[in-house]
C-alpha cells in the first residue's frame, strides 16, 4: 500500500467510535423516555442502536455506566449551561432550558428516576445517580462561580443551594402536575433565588 493510499485511514481515528458512541446514546435516551431508566437493558439499547452487545460492553462496561453517559448526554444537550454575563439571566435561562427538558418525554423519565436515585437497590446504580448529580453541579455550578468572580454575589455563596432552590420548583411542578409552568416562572425563580443569596440590608 502506497503512502497516498493509507493517508485516508490515518486521518479517520475515531471517525467509528465516534458514531457507535452517538448511536447507542441515541438508542438509550430513546429508550430510557419510553422505558424508563429501571426497565432499561443494553441488549435493547444494542438492537436499536445497529451494533453488537459486546460492543456496547466493551466501551461502557456495564448497564450502570451506559445509563449513566445516556444521562449526562441528554441533560448536557438539553439542558446547556448559559453564560450571558449577567448571573440573573444566566438564571434564567438556565430554569427555561430545565422546564423545556422537563417537558420531553426523555426529560421527564430522568426526572421520575431521578426522585427515586436515593433508594436504588443497586449499589452501582446508585453511585451512577451520584455522579450525575456532581456531574451536573460541576456544569451549572459555572454560573454561579462567574456571578462571584463579578461581584453579582457574595463569596460564601453555597452553589449547590443556590441550584436546588432555582430547579426543585420546576421539577416539583412538572413530576407532581399540579400547577402548570407558567412563561415568566423562571424570570420569577431567578429574582428570588438572588434575592435570598444576597440577604438583606
Not at 471517525?15 to 419510553?34: D, I, K, M, T
Not at 459486546?54 to 462496561?61: A, D, F, I, L, Q
Not at 450571558?84 to 439571566?89: H, I, K, L, M, S
Not at 454561579?144 to 420548583?169: F, M, N, Q, S, W
Request: proline share 6%.
Amino acid at each position: 500500500m502506497t503512502e497516498e493510499a493509507a493517508e485516508p485511514i490515518r486521518r479517520r481515528p475515531g471517525g467509528r467510535a465516534a458514531r457507535v458512541r452517538e448511536a447507542v446514546l441515541s438508542a438509550a435516551l430513546e429508550l430510557l423516555a419510553e422505558e424508563g431508566v429501571d426497565r432499561l437493558g443494553i441488549a435493547a439499547v444494542a438492537a436499536r442502536a445497529g451494533v453488537n452487545e459486546t460492543t456496547v460492553y466493551r466501551r461502557w462496561g456495564s448497564r450502570e455506566k451506559l445509563v449513566l453517559d445516556a444521562m449526562l448526554a441528554g441533560s448536557s444537550e438539553g439542558i446547556p449551561v448559559p453564560d450571558t454575563g449577567a448571573v440573573r439571566t444566566d438564571l434564567a435561562a438556565f430554569a427555561r432550558a430545565l422546564a423545556e427538558y422537563l417537558a420531553t418525554p426523555t426529560g421527564r423519565s430522568v426526572a421520575r428516576a431521578a426522585a427515586l436515585s436515593s433508594d436504588a437497590a443497586d449499589p452501582e446504580l446508585a453511585e451512577a445517580w451520584q455522579a450525575f448529580w456532581r456531574s451536573r453541579l460541576d456544569q451549572a455550578g459555572a454560573v454561579i462561580g462567574r456571578a462571584v468572580e463579578r461581584g453579582e454575589l457574595p463569596p460564601d455563596t453555597d452553589t449547590a443551594l443556590a441550584l436546588e432552590l432555582l430547579c426543585a420548583p420546576l421539577q416539583t411542578r412538572a413530576l407532581l402536575g399540579h400547577r402548570p409552568i407558567e412563561p415568566d416562572l423562571p424570570e420569577r425563580l431567578a429574582d428570588l433565588v438572588l434575592d435570598g443569596l444576597r440577604g438583606r440590608d
